[in-house]
């Protein structure tokens, strides 16, 4: 079945270290992925995304890496600063009308000053 | 913040009541969701819609029901809820239900059923 994962649950770096969270994905149809933040007591929040006609997209001291010959994704932080501190998740999605996200697990980063 | 509300924010319930939480959405977007959280499962899909009236079930659709006479508001409902739904709830929406789009979440309702 689809399924998204991520490798590890956990994630502890320094202030002004580089961040790399990493995701596995399974379905090879899925040609939309995102990355999510989310802070305690709230929603998640949009970060990045890809198609997967790209390999690398850069934002705002984030950066999304597909591999997609090894079906993973990951997200690079550059600087992590305390307020970088939540749970990221990252999420596939197909082509087709009326696909929902899927999402996998959740890495939790923990920034310490 | 997209403009997307759950109510309620909080609630309590007990076993075998029935319960309806609701999402509001002021971006007039064609799709919207619910999904729940629990600890190590993520985000998972309970059901969504893709139009007014129009609704299919996702990945933990057992146990709930789900209504969209609106474009606006998305209602979830715990037809009897059990100890097994105590959950955050969020709400998503996006403009299209497929492709290259984002979903925007609400905040999140946490549901306690004692």
């Known amino acids: 079945g689809e399924s998204v994962g991520l490798h590890l649950p956990t994630l502890s ?34 970060i990045i995304d890809i198609r997967s006609n790209m390999d690398k997209r850069q934002g705002q001291r984030v950066t999304v890496l597909l591999n997609k ?13 305390p307020g970088d501190s939540a749970v990221y998740f990252c999420a596939e999605r197909g082509r087709q009308a009326g696909t929902a996200l899927i999402f996998g697990k959740g890495t939790t980063l923990s920034v310490s000053s | 913040d997209a ?24 971006e007039n ?16 899909l309970i059901h969504y819609s893709y139009g007014v009236k129009d609704t299919d079930k996702g990945e933990v659709s057992d146990g709930y029901s789900v209504s969209r006479s609106k474009t606006e508001d ?12 105590t959950s955050v709830y969020f709400c998503a929406i996006s403009e299209s239900g497929g492709g290259h789009t984002e979903a925007f979440f609400g905040q999140g309702t946490r549901l306690t059923v004692v």
């Open chain 1, 13 to 46: 770096v320094q202030e002004g270290d580089n961040s790399i969270i990493n995701c596995a994905y399974s379905n090879s149809a899925s040609d939309y992925f995102i990355w999510y933040k989310q802070e305690s007591g709230k929603g998640p929040q949009f």
């Open chain 1, 69 to 81: 010959t090894v079906k993973h994704l990951s997200l690079q932080i550059a600087a992590t600063q």
């Open chain 2, 3 to 26: 403009g997307i509300t759950q109510s309620p924010r909080h609630k309590v319930t007990e076993t075998g009541t029935p319960v309806t939480l609701r999402c509001h959405q002021t």
């Open chain 2, 29 to 44: 977007h064609r799709y919207m969701y619910w999904y729940r959280q629990d600890p190590g499962h993520g985000l998972r």
């Open chain 2, 74 to 85: 998305f209602l979830l409902t715990l037809e009897s809820a059990t100890s097994s739904q």
